[in-house]
């Protein structure tokens, strides 16, 4: 069985007592970077062995993993933090697998943009998550496209990308279209503020930004 292991976006105390069990008793965990998952494993005093599974390896390894739990290891897949297969690797090796017929389980736990949306105030009934955008090409298109949406939706940015991204929304949304801006997540410093577009760059031109960031805007 392959187990799809939610791992803290930053509070180590949001990893969950089955998510421990697992992580203790499968044969193997593949990580997205084996220092950062070596520290939450240290912290739990987790014992099992890990292998580096990410973006630059996963399409010339998941059909060996897939093999391998079809032939009855048990691995757990886990990312630096959050969902694997959310905006992480994670989606090629399901693929395999249920390709292979091996059974996946994915565990309940942290994703970034769940606490980011339900605490933003803005409409969660119906909500479009979007994810990292392009850099470069396609980046002016996809705005456009989620502009035009009728409800919510969600973007990942870097924090020195965070201002850019906030003018580039006002260029296709309008000064006054509401969101919300999320950062450092369950850390000590953890900051959600909802306001205009306009009223955000202000805010987070006049601070130095850190942490990762969830954007949650409004729909049309």
Known sequence: ????????????EDLTFRAVRILKEVDKVFAEDTRVTRKLLDHYGI?????????FNEHKIAERVATDLANGANFALVTDAGTPGISDPGFLLVRECVQK????????????????????GLP???????GFLPHKKGRRTRLKYLAELPCTFILYESPHRLVKCLEQLVEYCG????????RELSKLHEEIKTASLTALIQHFKEKKVKGEIVMVVSGQ
């Open 1 to 12: 069985m392959l187990y799809l292991v939610p791992t803290p976006i930053g509070n180590l």
């Open 47 to 55: 014992e099992t062995p890990l292998t580096s599974y990410h973006a």
């Open 101 to 120: 017929e091996v059974k996946v389980e994915c565990l309940p736990g942290a994703t970034a943009f769940v606490p980011a949306l339900a605490a933003s």
């Open 124 to 130: 969660s009934d119906k909500f479009y998550f979007e």
């Open 175 to 182: 000064a006054e279209r509401r969101a919300c801006v999320a």
